[in-house]
């Protein structure tokens, strides 16, 4: 059985910031891939950002360069840096880790709103 609890959710102010924490605990010792999606009401759920045991990193288009995903692989913790939030941000971000199968936290609201 694997946990994530994630953390560092809120309200933010367009043009703030907010650094996401993941942090898995059970049955699997690593993740081959550890990252963030995050879903708006009445949309799919879409990739932010992972991230693979060797550093290589991938974006959805519309974080590039705003985002920053970053991983503790001795930790198992996988943290997302976000800067210059917009109100298209605002959804619930979810922790996602690969280890033979896919793992999903519980979610964690993001609100970018003046």
């Known amino acids: 059985q694997v946990q994530f609890v994630e953390s560092g959710g809120g309200l933010v102010q367009p043009g703030g910031s907010l650094r996401l924490s993941c942090a898995a605990s059970?049955?699997?010792?690593?993740?081959?891939?550890m990252g963030w999606y995050r879903q708006a009401p009445g949309k799919q759920r879409d990739l932010v950002a992972i991230?693979?045991?060797?550093?290589?990193?991938r974006y959805g288009d519309s974080v590039k360069g705003r985002f920053t995903i970053s991983r503790d692989g001795a930790k198992n913790t996988v943290y997302l840096q976000m800067n210059s939030l917009k109100p298209d941000d605002t959804a619930v971000y979810y922790c996602?880790?690969?280890?033979?199968?896919?793992?999903w936290g519980q979610g964690t609201q993001v609100t970018v709103s003046s």
């Open positions: 996602y880790g690969l280890a033979g199968g896919s793992f």
């Open positions: 059970g049955s699997i010792f690593s993740f081959n891939t």
């Open positions: 991230i693979g045991s060797g550093g290589n990193t």
